[in-house]
């Protein structure tokens, strides 16, 4: 079964949200505060830029307990869509999310 991240910001409607192919995840990283983990994924139309960049912001010191939520929900969840920040309905992952960040693509 294909999965997918789904990410929503929220703040702008739904032009900030997307769902990225798991398959395309290059890495999960935190922000110099520790208040925040970006998802890196591979460029997914071919030529658009090198890569998009998906952030969601996190209660201070909690990286990894989020991102063991994200990876055990990649490797045993039976969903096909993993909702990992969503603002407009007030879903989350994990409860240390605070927000969904932005997407870029670069």
Do not use: W
């Not at 990286?63 to 989350?92: C, F, M, P, W």
């Amino acid at each position: 079964m294909h999965k997918f991240l789904y990410f929503n910001s929220g703040a702008s409607g739904f032009t900030d949200c997307g769902a990225m192919p798991v398959s395309l995840l290059r890495k999960m990283k935190v922000n110099s505060s520790s208040t925040g983990i970006d998802f890196i994924f591979k460029d997914v139309r071919g030529g658009i830029g090198q890569e998009v960049n998906i952030g969601v912001d996190i209660n201070a010191d909690k990286v990894n307990e989020v991102i063991q939520a994200v990876s055990d929900e990649i490797r045993y969840g039976k969903n096909s869509l993993i909702v990992v920040a969503d603002d407009t309905n007030k879903q989350y992952i994990h409860p240390d999310i605070t927000n969904a960040g932005s997407i870029y693509i670069g």
